[in-house]
């Protein structure tokens, strides 16, 4: 028998094999729900959900609504999860779906996978899990094993409410809205389109992304990206773990960015305090020079650089452990300490600027 015949035979068995497997466990219908709930914006407000997709919008009334979309694996348990009022761990009054965390040890939230391809990845070895507290009991939500349970919630919000939004696995997604306003994931991506006021944003696995902020915003990630676009206020924050952060066309009195691990990059800022550090990366800052009057930025292992503008005038002063610095200004000035060059001044000095470096260059110029 040649190879090409074994082969054929072997796959011919096998699809017989593979037919059975994924007959073994047959498709049950999903059960939903629809939940439904609300809780005065008078003062400082939560909501909490366990998993699934939450999307936040501004609503028309004085009240923050809850509508939920319950996914379950069968009636029994459809029937155990309620929206209730609460009080969280601060003591603040918050609307939270209410899971049956006692008699499911394990709660089986999909993400975008159907109900096929999470027993096809059961199948070939793919899951993913997380152990986290929610309303103050341990839980472990998988994206294959353990029951169907997890909801899909609506939040209206009314104008300028104070209010936290906590999805604890799953996306979180919020736009056009006005307020004092944190968003939390412990393992999701956060998405923020128009948002005003003040804002914070933060998972633990995911990425952060804002677009169109004003007034003041801090997002961070233990591992992801962080990117802002279109941000104008006072201060702007941005830190990772892991992960890069990118700041476009922004303007902002202060801006401070931070990273472990991974690059730090500012494309078309306006700002008059720029802070940014990373572990193991770059930083890269392209800002309008006539607004700058500080800044500090640091890299274990990395270049530095400033790109600021053809009118710029600066006194720039660097520290670093293997590198050199570069000036692409030909009218800048040399400072120097022990017949090396440290440093370059040029024009009135009006932004100080502070750089060190572990391994790596600093490098000053006009930019586009």
């Known amino acids: 028998m040649n190879r090409t015949t074994a082969f054929r035979r072997s796959f011919a068995l096998s699809l017989p094999v593979l037919a059975l497997l994924l007959t073994v466990e047959p498709a049950h219908a999903e059960v939903t729900r629809s939940l439904h709930q609300e809780i005065s914006a008078s003062g400082p407000v939560a909501v909490e959900n366990l998993a699934g997709a939450m999307h936040v919008t501004q609503g028309s009334g004085s009240s923050i609504v809850v509508n939920a979309t319950l996914h379950a694996e069968n009636d029994e348990a459809a029937g155990l999860v309620r929206i209730e009022q609460v009080k969280n761990k601060e003591g603040v009054p918050t609307l939270r779906v209410i899971y049956p965390t006692e008699k499911y040890g394990t709660l089986r939230y999909p993400g975008d996978h159907k109900e096929d391809q999470s027993f096809l990845s059961r199948l070939f070895g793919g899951n993913s899990s997380s152990r986290l507290d929610y309303g103050g009991k341990r839980v472990r939500v998988s994206t294959n094993d353990g029951t169907l349970l997890y909801a899909d919630v609506e939040v209206q919000v009314p104008r300028g409410a104070d ?31 128009s948002v005003q006021g003040t804002t914070s944003a933060s998972t633990g696995s995911g990425n952060v992304e804002a677009t169109r902020l004003s007034g003041a915003f801090d997002g961070s990630t233990g591992s992801g990206n962080v990117t802002v676009s279109e941000f104008n206020g006072d201060s702007l924050e941005a830190s990772t773990g892991s992960g890069n952060v990118r700041l476009n066309d922004m303007k902002a009195r202060r801006v401070k960015a931070e990273t472990g691990s991974g ?68 009218d800048a000035e040399p400072i120097m300490e022990d017949r090396e060059i440290v440093g370059y001044r040029r024009g009135s000095q009006k932004s100080r600027i502070s750089v060190s470096t572990g391994s790596g260059n600093v490098v000053l110029e006009p930019g586009a």
């Open 163 to 193: 209010v936290r939004i906590e999805n604890s696995v799953g996306p979180l997604r919020a736009e056009s809205l006005e307020g004092s306003l944190k968003f939390e994931t412990a393992s999701g991506n956060v998405t923020l389109t």
């Open 263 to 330: 690059n730090i990059k500012v494309v078309g800022g306006e700002v008059e305090d720029f802070n940014g550090g990373t572990g193991s990366g770059n930083v890269e800052l392209e800002a309008d020079g006539n607004m700058l009057q500080k800044v500090n930025a640091s890299t274990g292992s990395g270049n530095v650089t400033l790109r600021l503008g053809s009118g710029a005038s600066f006194e720039a002063h660097t520290e670093t452990g293997s590198g050199r610095i570069v000036s692409r200004y030909n």
